[in-house]
């Protein structure tokens, strides 16, 4: 017949529970509460005098009812980590889509402004042709569209009416001058959004629109304005791909 176990001696087992005291964690924190409320029944049932079993066990058995209760706190520890977890990876995720879906909106904002469907504003330059003699080609607009664009322009308007993308254009139609189908005149207005220092000096170089446009094939002026807030309202219709679809 197997022989009992012996019962722990009573100091380890008291060693043991002031070690448990003096290293406080969360778990303490829960079976602290537990062993509080704990006592407090007991107190209740001994002060009755309606239950004497818990005086009555010994304190190996005591020490086995507190480790049921480290051990239940444990598990509560456990879910309440993996629920933190859980949490900080659905804000991460709330977070990143977040993100996403303002670069998106900051990709789109670019793309209407460089394709012309938004309305555009900030610091850039104001040049104002005066052609009398009507001497300026659709040419000599053109190369200044692409010296200001090469300059760093990224919207640019004529006379207030017509938006400069990709796909505009300058003739001269009956002998009036043209820009995408609408008349210019004999003063024409072309306003560029970049950095105004740049985009001036990209005018003024000796076979530029300045130089161009005051010599002696043209005749007429040429005058440069840098502005601190140009806004640019005109816009274009997007055209719908006849042929192009999202690959």
Not at 72 to 97: D, F, H, N, P
Not at 114 to 120: E, F, K, R, S
């Amino acid at each position: 017949m197997p022989e009992p176990t012996p019962a722990p001696a009573p100091d380890n087992a008291w060693a043991r529970i002031r070690k448990d005291l003096l290293k406080p964690s969360r778990s303490q924190l829960i079976v602290a509460v537990v062993l509080l409320l704990f006592g407090f029944a007991i107190t209740l049932q001994l002060s009755g005098g309606r239950d004497q079993r818990y005086t009555n066990l010994r304190q190996d058995e005591l020490v086995a009812m507190l480790d049921d209760v480290q051990a239940e706190a444990r598990r509560l520890e456990g879910e309440i980590t993996q629920l933190e977890v859980t949490r900080q990876r659905l804000q991460s995720g709330a977070e990143s889509s977040a993100e996403a879906r303002e670069q998106a909106l900051r990709r789109l904002d670019a793309l209407e402004l460089l394709g012309g469907t938004a309305p555009a504003q900030g610091p850039g330059i104001r040049v104002t042709i005066t052609d009398r003699a009507g001497k300026v080609t659709p040419e000599i607009l053109l190369n200044t569209v692409e010296e200001l664009r090469d300059a760093g322009a990224e919207v640019m308007e004529v006379n207030d009416a017509v938006r400069l993308v990709t796909n505009s254009w300058f003739a001269t139609v009956d002998g009036q001058l043209q820009a995408d189908g609408v008349r210019l005149g004999s003063t024409i207005v072309i306003e560029a959004i970049g950095d105004p220092e740049t985009l001036s000096e990209a005018t003024r170089f000796r076979g530029g629109l300045v130089s161009t446009i005051e010599g002696e094939r043209v005749g007429g002026t040429a005058r440069v304005v840098e502005v601190e807030d140009l806004v640019i309202d005109s816009v274009v219709d997007p055209e719908t791909p006849r042929f192009a679809r999202p690959g």
